[in-house]
């Protein structure tokens, strides 16, 4: 199995510039997670998906923020408009149904907002 | 709120000097923890599941070990491949899909 995909793996965009991420999970896996990463938060979950549907967005930091999974191979998360304070680190994760199933992490993606 | 707290968080160790690192959490009943392994450039990588206090699992030059309050995972005769980010993760059972990560110990092994 390739893993899950991420892509793309660097983005560097202007203030006020819409960015999407994009996400693959590994086939078969039911729940999908957007993470993002920072030196001074760590690991915060933004929002996941059970079957295509989005369960808990209370992570998402703001109406700037949206997530999509319009079927079960792929995901997107957007920001729009960006704002240097979103630079970070942003994992995309997913498992099979199995409440004690680890998480699988693809690669990420860094987004830089200059 | 469940909180996850790592010690150290950084940790410099020679080739073969082995070491613990600490993972204590706060959480309304666990459901698991995790250990995971973070490479430059990577997502975390799975390690372990722990489920219940006095548990242990190891894997190579790792075990990881648990507590009701708190996680071991002791690295014997490290290498300087072993040189990476630990990070904790706990689950709780009011919570069954999220999980809750500690900030990490970064592990430098020098040969």
């Known amino acids: 199995d390739a893993g899950v995909i991420q892509s793309p793996r660097h983005e560097v965009t202007e203030m006020g510039q819409e960015v999407t991420l994009r996400c693959k999970p590994i086939?078969?896996?039911?729940?999908l997670f957007w993470y993002r990463q920072t030196m001074m938060r760590g690991l915060e979950l933004l929002i996941y998906f059970n079957n295509n549907v989005p369960i808990d967005d209370s992570g998402m930091p703001e109406d700037r923020f949206s997530a999509k999974m319009p079927n079960a191979s792929f995901s997107t998360l957007k920001i729009q408009p960006s704002e240097p304070r979103d630079s970070a680190v942003y994992f995309c994760a997913s498992r099979p149904t199995g409440g004690r199933s680890p998480l699988h992490f693809g690669n990420g993606t860094r987004l830089t907002v200059t | 709120e469940d909180q996850v707290t790592q010690s150290p968080e950084a940790l410099r160790l020679q080739e073969g000097e082995s070491s613990s690192l600490n993972c204590s959490y706060t959480?309304?009943?666990?459901?698991?923890l995790f250990w995971y392994r973070q490479d430059p450039g990577k997502g975390p990588e799975f390690l372990f599941t722990l489920y219940s206090a006095g548990e242990e699992k190891e894997k190579e030059r790792l075990k990881a070990t648990l507590t009701k309050k708190e996680s071991f995972l002791h690295i014997t005769a490290p290498k300087p491949e072993d040189s990476a980010t630990y990070l904790c993760?706990?689950?709780?059972?009011?919570?069954?899909?999220?999980?809750?990560f500690g900030s990490g110990t970064q592990l430098t092994v020098l040969p």
């Open positions: 993760a706990v689950q709780a059972s009011g919570s069954a899909r999220q999980l809750t």
């Open positions: 086939s078969g896996h039911d729940y």
């Open positions: 959480v309304s009943g666990l459901r698991g």
